[in-house]
């Protein structure tokens, strides 16, 4: 991905989405000298090679390495859900010319959050050469934002080869559909309802700078204008500020990384409906 020294992009934009149909090979390795060549028999070369029969350079793999076809792990995940009568959009994302690749899975459902209506996604990413174990982050889209929700809750997790059960994994897919009607949407519902003066909204940023939630430079630009604010308006700017790409350093990846972290960070303080942690924060009784 183009790194990006003056803009600001969304993690969403960072990713450049273009089409997946490319397969990757393994060849064999040489080195060459002024004294000639010599064979690398313990490692190869992966190379994309597009459709038109266009080729660029991957990675470099172990002689152990077998190529795992993203294509066909992304078809299973496809043709469980049609078999399911579940309809939902796909939009795949490529980075570093193709070694990862983040598929999106918009499900054709609609949820009421807060007075907006939310579709619940899962995203599955997946690499060529079977370094990243599959698995899916569970969240929703509300007015065309990414709410990211806990891995840890919601994640299932595969060995990354052909051999994939894709069925189980879906399964886990619907039950964190289920997890997040039953028990997400009441929490950001809780957050909608805990109203905040700006000190105490203040107080919740910078414990979210302290659990490094959040950057205190990124912390730094959000700002609340009213006297009044609620637990879910936070929620939102901090998720606005984690969720773009700055400078060489910047990466999609961890931007995407710390969207799951503020989500699980601002869905702990309101899984209890005391919210005893958000009250100690504050130090104040709510």
């Known amino acids: 991905v183009e790194s990006v020294e003056s803009a600001d992009l969304s993690v969403w934009d960072a990713l450049i989405s273009e089409d997946i149909d490319f397969r990757v090979e393994k060849r064999g390795m040489h080195t060459y000298g002024e004294d000639g060549g010599l064979n690398m028999p313990d490692h190869s070369a992966t190379i994309r090679v597009n459709p038109d029969g266009a080729e660029s350079p991957l990675w470099v793999v172990g002689s152990k390495y077998e190529v795992v076809d993203h294509r066909e792990v992304i078809k299973q995940f496809a043709e469980v859900l049609d078999r399911s009568d579940m309809q939902a959009d796909i939009k795949h994302y490529v980075y570093q010319n193709g070694c990862r690749i983040y598929s999106e899975f918009i499900i054709d459902q609609t949820f009421e959050v807060n007075g907006k209506m939310a579709r619940p996604f899962f995203t599955l990413t997946t690499s060529h050469d079977g370094s990243l174990r599959i698995g899916f982050l569970m969240g929703a889209k509300v007015d065309g934002k990414a709410f990211n929700i806990s891995k840890t809750v919601y994640g299932a997790h595969a060995k990354h080869t052909k051999g994939i059960n894709v069925h189980k994994t879906m399964e886990a897919v619907l039950g964190a559909i289920k997890a997040f009607t039953e028990e997400v949407i009441p929490m950001w519902t809780r957050m909608q309802n805990t109203k905040l003066n700006r000190d105490e909204a203040l107080a919740v940023i910078e414990n979210a700078v302290k659990k490094n939630v959040v950057a205190k430079r990124r912390a730094d630009d959000i700002f609340f204008s009213g006297d009044k604010t609620s637990l879910w308006d936070v929620y939102n700017s901090v998720i606005d500020q984690v969720s773009?790409?700055?400078g060489k350093r910047g990466t999609e990846e961890r931007a995407f990384k710390r969207n799951v972290d503020v989500s699980e960070h601002f869905n702990r303080l309101a899984f209890d409906t005391?919210?005893?942690?958000?009250?100690?924060?504050?130090?104040?009784?709510k």
């Open 244 to 246: 773009v790409v700055r």
């Open 274 to 285: 005391d919210m005893s942690d958000l009250k100690r924060i504050v130090g104040v009784k």
